[in-house]
């Protein structure tokens, strides 16, 4: 581990996966709490789009990835309330078109196809200065988003109805937290792949599920969850020589398990 930290790189890499770690345990919590994991599925596999877009076009893949996802959630909002179509028939459209717009734009570009494995299941140690801004600015913009509006966004996760009787906005913080979320799995993809990123944002919250009922409390725990399978996962990843997503999701099942199993065994007992 010492040698690791010795590399300028490395340092970026750890950086980069407590940042995550922290966007993706706040946004995360209210995923899960709201029961929306499969629509923020649909939004990270639809984001493929914008790549394949951004590689087309010659601009940076994360930016198109950004916009790719932020239109898809809104499209998804839009879409589930001013039709009777049904909602896991929205998220499954737009996942399947996200992928397939994709595929046909690397497909039809000239030149060189990009390594597209590593947007798919992540490189963290490919992070760049760029990404670390990146990171950090959606990093603030989440966390002010969720002091000041904190009690809003929870009297939504938990009860949309009750929240409508008290006169919150619910149509606009639904879309704001959907922009969040876009935003969240945009950042996320360089650590753990699109086809990942789900998992980062519900294991961590999952476990820290089992361990208390309180919202606060939940983020908070998910985030150091997040932060521990995060470093541990990365640390495996540069030992064993293997993927850091994988690494990192595996890690972080392997703590929800053992807290589960260890809370029944416990449960058990007495």
Not at 69 to 79: C, D, G, Q, T
Not at 120 to 131: A, H, K
Not at 154 to 164: K, N, R, S
């Amino acid at each position: 581990m010492t040698e690791l930290l010795s590399y300028p790189f490395f340092t970026r890499v750890l950086t980069a996966a407590l940042l995550i770690s922290a966007a993706c345990g706040i946004t995360g919590s209210y995923i899960v709490a709201r029961r929306i994991v499969f629509l923020s599925g649909s939004i990270s596999h639809s984001s493929f789009g914008g790549i394949g877009i951004a590689h087309y076009f010659g601009f940076n893949p994360i930016i198109g990835a950004g916009i790719f996802a932020v239109l898809s959630a809104f499209a998804i909002e839009k879409i589930a309330r001013s039709t009777k179509t049904r909602i896991d028939s929205v998220i499954g459209i737009l996942w399947s078109f996200g992928m397939a717009t994709g595929i046909i734009f690397v497909f039809i570009t000239p030149g060189y196809a990009p390594n597209l494995i590593s947007y798919l299941f992540g490189n963290i140690l490919m992070v760049s200065l760029f990404d670390i801004a990146l990171i950090t600015v959606t990093l603030f913009i989440i966390a002010a988003v969720f002091i000041i509006f904190f009690r809003e966004i929870l009297c939504i996760a938990f009860d949309e109805e009750f929240a409508l009787t008290q006169g919150i906005r619910v149509t606009a913080i639904n879309y704001l937290m959907l922009c969040l979320t876009a935003l969240t799995i945009v950042i996320s993809i360089k650590a753990v792949g699109i086809i990942l990123v789900i998992s980062l944002l519900t294991i961590p919250q999952a476990t820290a599920g089992l361990l208390t009922g309180d919202f606060k409390k939940m983020i908070l725990a998910s985030i150091c969850f997040a932060m521990l399978s995060s470093l541990s996962g990365i640390v495996i990843s540069s030992v064993l020589n293997i993927p850091s997503g994988a690494a990192i999701i595996f890690t972080s099942s392997l703590i929800f398990a053992a807290i589960k199993t260890a809370m029944t065994i416990f449960a058990k007992r007495n």
